[in-house]
């Protein structure tokens, strides 16, 4: 298994985890700021939070907050971001490296404007 920083911005760090070829990402983001914006087209992305509550927005409309401990799965072609609550972890899987290279720009748009106005 090999543990891997791979971005640090104001948002937070992105940590990624090789487990039997599935890839783990970590995502270490303060209170405010938002993350995603993407689709992935085949994959359903898991996540789970380990510390902290964060707002998933599911093809454009809030799903609820969810706490530590909380998981939720997220179907494929399903564009999708999140906004922190306060400062916390989540951990997704399931969407391959490829897949989440593709961004949704309606949703990335909105996670820009969110972090631009932002107070970190």
Same mark, same amino acid.
């Given at each position: 298994?090999?543990?891997?920083?791979?971005?640090?911005?104001?948002?937070?760090?992105?940590?990624?985890?090789?487990?039997?070829?599935?890839? *783990?990402?970590?995502?270490? !983001?303060?209170?405010?700021? %938002? #993350?995603?914006?993407?689709? *992935?087209?085949?994959?359903?992305?898991? %996540?789970?939070?380990?510390?902290?509550?964060?707002?998933?927005?599911?093809?454009?409309?809030?799903?609820?907050?969810?706490?530590?401990?909380? !998981?939720? !799965?997220?179907?494929?072609?399903?564009? *999708?971001?999140?906004? %922190?609550?306060?400062?916390?972890?989540?951990?997704?899987?399931? %969407? !391959?490296?490829?897949?989440?290279?593709?961004?949704?720009?309606?949703?990335?748009?909105?996670?820009? #404007?969110?972090?631009?106005?932002?107070?970190?």
């Amino acid at each position: 298994m090999i543990l891997e920083k791979i971005n640090q911005d104001k948002r937070g760090e992105i940590w990624t985890l090789m487990i039997d070829d599935v890839e *783990h990402t970590f995502l270490k !983001s303060y209170k405010q700021s %938002a #993350r995603g914006g993407c689709i *992935h087209r085949f994959s359903t992305e898991y %996540a789970v939070v380990l510390k902290g509550s964060v707002e998933y927005h599911v093809r454009g409309k809030k799903t609820r907050d969810y706490k530590k401990g909380e !998981s939720l !799965s997220i179907k494929p072609n399903c564009p *999708h971001y999140f906004v %922190a609550l306060e400062d916390s972890i989540t951990m997704e899987w399931g %969407a !391959s490296p490829e897949e989440k290279k593709e961004r949704y720009p309606r949703w990335r748009k909105v996670v820009d #404007r969110i972090n631009e106005t932002a107070n970190y």
